[in-house]
Structure formats: C-alpha cells, structure tokens
C-alpha cells in the first residue's frame, strides 16, 4: 500500500511540473509576488491540501510538541483573512512576528528566517495576495498545551531566541551564492524544518541545516549538510536541483510528508537558475555530522523520514 501511495504522490509531481515555473523577473508585481508565494511555501502551509480547501483559506493541522497549530486565512476576506491589513501590517508580521493588533504570533509561523526577506520582496507578496479571491473561511484555533496556550507566552520566547536582521548579500560571493543564500535563509525558510530545536522551540542555530529527528508531525527531517555520511556530500548540484524539480532523490526515493508538498506546490515552480543556486548554497555549507534517519527499513509512511 505504501508504494502504491508513493507512486501516486510521484505522478502528482510530474504533473505538477506541466504547468512550468512563473517568471522570477516578471515585470508585474503580481506575477513577481506569485512566484515569490511558491518559493515561501505559501501555499502548502495555508491551504489545507489533504480536504481539498480553498487555496489561501487556511491550513490543515501541524503538529508539533507544543500542540497542534493551524496556518490562518491569508485571502483578503475582511472578517476571516487579511482583507484589514495593510502592507505594512505584513511587513510587521513576516520581519518582527507581530500581529496588526500589536500580539506576537507563534514561532511555527517562520517570521524568525522571514524576517530576511527584503522590502522589494515584501511588497511583491503584498500585491499577490492582494489579488486573491476573498474566501470568508474562518480560521480554525490552535490547540495547545499548557502554558504554551498563553499567547503572551511568545514575547519571552522572541526575547530569548529572535534577532530581526535583513539579508545582507555576501560581497566576497558570487551572485549566485547569494541568491541561493536569500532563497533558503530568507523565503524557503529551510531551516525552519532542517535544523534542531531547544526544548523551547528555540533553534540551535550551531546545527543549521543538520537535520532533526523531531520534525513536523513528530517525523523525521534528513540532514541538508555536505556531509558524506549522514548529509548529502555525495550528492551533485545536479541531484539537489534534481529534487527540487521533481520530488525524487538520486537514489530513486521519493520524498515524502511536508517536503512532497514543498516541491509540489514550491519548488517544482522556480525557474532552473534558482533551483541550481539552491544546491550552490547547499553544498558551500560546513558539513556536519548528525545522523537523524531512524532505523527503520520497512516500506510504511509512520514515523519514516521525510525525504
């Protein structure tokens, strides 16, 4: 049954794929906003994918230690989304992880790497948003454990564990270097999954990258290090740019869990160039060693890794 479920999700992405990437240098601020939204993951975090709900309108559960927690409505509805914000009020969001009401959101929403995305970005997603179809969908509640549940809470956290900063190109690197860096420090938030956290949530940040075996939904997240044993060291730029396209690693698995809608709905859409300053970025990391995949060689979708 599992790989039936595998091959399905395969011919999911390859088709995914007809459709062909959106112009990353469109003149439009729409256009430009919408190809930015699949490089964000946007779209996979705030629709709920497996009910079939409307694009935008709200998450499906995500589950993580703390409890379950539900990406909210970002269509310009007025009541149920975004439709009272201004750009500024979504600029606060993605950089500082305030809410319009002055509130803090919780860090499973990934203002923490967000907070690098540049201002020319932020108003290209303003835009994109701004033209969706209003869906009034109201927006499902977390359920949290105690006290995780007082939304107070998460000033301490940001004191403790966020530094807003801006993406600052490296001027010793090439500007493909660089532009791999903003697409995984900054919009695809990879580390967000990829890294380790603290008890806390807090990320250890001396681990970026390395993989975690404490993931979302409680699996296991593989290390995206050049490391040749435990990371991805013997992969080429091309295996990396590979998976990104088409969801299949070089050893012929398919990935699977949040990442299969991450190339589904994400990078399966960028252009080539993109894709390939990801894997430049990727294999200019340190290596680390960190052995995160369980030991588990049956053929089952529970507890597996997801890759």
């Known amino acids: 049954m599992?790989?039936?479920?595998?091959?399905?999700?395969?011919?999911?992405?390859?088709?995914?794929?007809?459709?062909?990437?959106?112009?990353?240098?469109?003149?439009?601020p729409?256009?430009?906003g919408g190809y930015l939204v699949r490089a964000g993951g946007c779209l996979a975090c705030h629709s709920d994918l497996e009910s079939d709900g409307p694009p935008f309108a709200g998450g499906g559960p995500i589950e993580t230690p703390f409890g379950i927690f539900h990406a909210p409505n970002i269509?310009?509805?007025?009541?149920?989304?975004?439709?009272?914000?201004?750009?500024?009020?979504?600029?606060?969001?993605?950089?500082?992880?305030?809410?319009?009401?002055?509130?803090?959101?919780y860090p499973v929403f990934p203002y923490t790497t967000y907070t690098r995305i540049t201002d020319p970005d932020i108003a290209d997603l303003?835009?994109?948003?701004?033209?969706?179809?209003?869906?009034?969908r109201p927006r499902r509640a977390h359920v949290l454990k105690f006290p995780f549940s007082i939304r107070s809470i998460n000033l301490a956290w940001k004191v403790m564990f966020f530094?807003?900063?801006?993406?600052a190109p490296d001027?010793?690197?090439?500007?493909?270097?660089?532009?791999?860096?903003?697409?995984?420090?900054?919009?695809?938030?990879?580390?967000?999954?990829?890294?380790?956290r603290n008890p806390l949530g807090g990320l250890s940040r001396d681990m970026a990258q390395a993989g975690t075996r404490f993931g979302p939904d409680g699996k296991?997240?593989?290390?995206?290090?050049?490391?040749s044993e435990t990371g991805i060291g013997d992969w080429s730029l091309g295996d990396i740019a590979w998976l990104l396209k088409t969801g299949f690693t070089p050893e012929g698995d398919d990935v699977q869990g949040r990442m299969s809608e991450v190339?589904?709905?994400?990078?399966?859409?960028?252009?080539?160039?993109?894709?390939?300053?990801?894997?430049?970025?990727?294999?200019?990391?340190?290596?680390i060693y960190n052995p995160v995949r369980p030991n588990d060689d049956d053929d089952s979708d529970t507890g597996g890794d997801d890759w």
């Open 263 to 287: 190339v589904e709905h994400g990078t399966s859409h960028l252009t080539g160039e993109d894709r390939t300053a990801i894997a430049v970025y990727l294999k200019s990391l340190s290596p």
């Open 163 to 167: 530094e807003p900063q801006r993406f």
């Open 30 to 32: 729409v256009a430009r």
């Open 75 to 105: 269509t310009p509805d007025p009541i149920h989304g975004i439709g009272g914000w201004s750009e500024g009020d979504l600029a606060a969001a993605l950089t500082q992880g305030t809410a319009p009401d002055g509130g803090h959101y």
């Open 220 to 227: 296991s997240v593989p290390n995206i290090t050049p490391d």
């Open 126 to 136: 303003w835009a994109y948003l701004q033209s969706l179809p209003s869906v009034a």
């Open 171 to 196: 001027p010793e690197r090439t500007a493909q270097w660089n532009r791999g860096a903003y697409l995984v420090e900054a919009l695809g938030h990879c580390g967000e999954c990829h890294t380790p």
């Open 2 to 28: 599992a790989r039936v479920r595998n091959l399905a999700r395969a011919l999911a992405l390859s088709a995914a794929l007809t459709a062909g990437p959106l112009a990353a240098q469109e003149g439009d």
